[in-house]
């Protein structure tokens, strides 16, 4: 047990090497996909807090003019001796009302949807914030310590113990070198 401590046991420096590369490329693709969905959080809180907003705010003052004017037409229709009422000035008043009323009731969605979104949105940005500084960060600390890892094994194969051969690790040629060397128990 003892042998067995005093050295390390590595079988492939390529192995951790091919792991701190994939973890580069995992890197490399996530950070964009995280940066489109931060983005369209943003443009989505952008279209609802601001479009939306001001395109029901402007539709509900066109909409109380239209029934002003209706109104107007209404009125001027009853007072006019020259003229009667018409029904189609009374369906153009009912037919205005509605239509204001529908554009209060978006504008009062669009507000409710606004407090809503950020509510709902806050907590899961939050999550997406840490995943992107674990991005940017611990992903960066984690390829530089495989890096070290990596140079400080390929030092330490280098190291020849007494007695041993040029290397402890085996390189590629030397490993399908032993494996043909080895009986093979199982045939398959």
Same mark, same amino acid.
């Given at each position: 047990?003892?042998?067995? +401590? ?14 701190? +590369? ?18 369209? #959080? ?26 002003? $004017? ?16 018409? +029904? +189609? ?22 507000? *409710? ?15 997406? %914030?840490?995943? *992107? ?9 984690? #390829?530089?310590?495989? &890096?070290? #890892?990596?140079?400080?094994? %390929? ?10 051969? $040029? ?5 590629? $040629?030397?490993? &399908? ?12």
């Amino acid at each position: 047990m003892k042998e067995s +401590a005093a050295k390390a046991n590595v079988r492939s420096v390529e192995a951790i090497d091919t792991f701190r +590369a994939s973890l580069i490329l995992y890197g490399s693709k996530a950070r964009p996909l995280l940066e489109d969905a931060w983005e369209e #959080v943003a443009r989505t809180r952008e279209w609802i807090q601001t479009d939306r907003r001001r395109f029901w705010e402007a539709e509900f003052r066109k909409r109380k003019r239209q029934l002003e $004017d209706a109104e107007q037409a209404l009125f001027s229709a009853r007072f006019s001796t020259l003229r009667q009422v018409r +029904a +189609a000035e009374q369906q153009a008043v009912h037919r205005a009302k509605r239509a204001l009323a529908e554009a209060e009731t978006k504008l009062e969605h669009v507000r *409710r949807w606004s407090i809503e979104f950020d509510n709902t949105a806050s907590p899961l940005l939050k999550h997406l %914030e840490e995943l *992107r500084t674990n991005l940017t960060t611990d992903l960066a600390k984690a #390829v530089g310590y495989l &890096g070290n #890892v990596i140079r400080a094994l %390929e030092a330490y194969a280098e190291v020849s113990p007494e007695g041993a051969g $040029d290397s402890m690790l085996p390189t590629s $040629d030397s490993a &399908g070198e032993a494996a043909a060397k080895t009986p093979n128990s199982e045939v398959t």
